[in-house]
């Protein structure tokens, strides 16, 4: 059974800096590593992804995580898998009593969370149970929550169903996108994480089993998310944009090529018998376009294929668009 420090007889308020292994790859990660390193905790191994190739000229990069933790001067180990035993027995080695996972994006093994006496506390950014896996924050942008969160859990062989430490809500603005609402959850995440190992430590800590009740799953951000639904209704789709900035975005298809939409927002007009995808609409505040439910949605910023991002406006300089033309 994992040892939380609730049963170590420590008077309150005693502190007990902890050894901790700390598993991280991309940015998001980041402030939780900084934090970890500031705190009366110590980080004795972080580990993280291999390194792989970024951009055109497929450059071999390592993940954001490494160079934090060599900027730190700490151990980085880069395993190209989990699977081997020669994992637990690593962490195991390191003498750590507890491990911190953030965001590692990839599924912890039992072996290895059993390596460290006091488990594996995992940075989830939403409130849990609500948006368990992989995409947390852009699922919550999508589904048009007005508030979400981050929480810290005990992992568990199954994702994200461990039971739940610490939580912190946040408000979500209106017009926040992924872009905007992941590095500020990052920092909240960070703050969570040292407070948790703090009262971890203090054993003040009670994990409580997740409800039952509001447990939903989000799937891995694809590709094909991208292209634009018009039967939807339009605010759903001005979510979809929110949740999917920057990856994958959204386009649409415009006299047969792809016209990608980086502006969009919900048009107030009237119910017509206009198809999704028609427009209804199209001058220098936007090109309106009919979406599900007999609902508008104005397109105000665009880029098309092999030209610059711009709005609107400029774009209608270059391109006659009438009314009642189809976007696919």
Not at 113 to 139: D, E, K, Y
Not at 146 to 152: A, D, I, Q
Not at 198 to 209: F, S, V, Y
């Amino acid at each position: 059974m994992i040892n939380t420090g609730s049963e170590t007889g420590c008077d309150p308020g005693y502190h007990q800096h902890m050894k901790v292994v700390f598993f991280g790859t991309p940015d998001f990660a980041v402030p939780s590593l900084d934090h970890l390193v500031e705190s009366d905790h110590q980080v004795v191994l972080v580990v993280t992804r291999p390194d792989k190739p970024i951009g055109r000229k497929k450059v071999l990069t390592p993940p954001p995580v490494a160079e934090c933790g060599r900027r730190h001067g700490i151990e980085v180990w880069q395993p190209k898998t989990l699977k081997s035993s020669a994992v637990a027995d690593r962490i195991r080695e390191s003498g750590a009593e507890v491990a911190a996972v953030v965001a590692y994006g990839r599924i912890i093994p039992l072996d290895c969370l059993n390596a460290v006496p006091r488990g594996m506390v995992n940075v989830h950014p939403s409130l849990l149970p609500r948006h368990r896996g992989p995409s947390p924050i852009q699922w919550a942008l999508v589904s048009g929550d007005r508030r979400t969160g981050v929480s810290t859990m005990l992992l568990e062989e199954d994702q994200d169903t461990g039971p739940i430490l610490l939580q912190e809500a946040v408000e979500i603005d209106p017009r926040e996108t992924a872009e905007e609402l992941t590095p500020r959850l990052a920092l909240i995440g960070a703050h969570l994480l040292v407070r948790t190992l703090d009262e971890m430590g203090e054993g003040a800590l009670e994990p409580r089993p997740q409800p039952e009740d509001g447990v939903t799953e989000t799937p891995m951000l694809r590709r094909e998310f991208a292209k634009i639904d018009w039967s939807r209704p339009a605010r759903m789709l001005v979510n979809r944009l929110r949740g999917f900035t920057p990856w994958p975005g959204l386009y649409t298809i415009f006299r047969k090529d792809r016209l990608k939409i980086f502006g969009l927002e919900v048009a107030e007009t009237p119910p017509g018998s206009e198809l999704p995808g028609q427009i209804l609409s199209a001058d220098g505040t936007g090109i309106v376009v009919r979406c599900g439910k007999q609902t508008a949605a104005r397109i105000t910023e665009v880029q098309r294929e092999g030209r610059r991002r711009m709005p609107v406006d400029a774009f209608l300089i270059g391109e006659r668009v009438g009314r009642g033309e189809h976007l696919g």
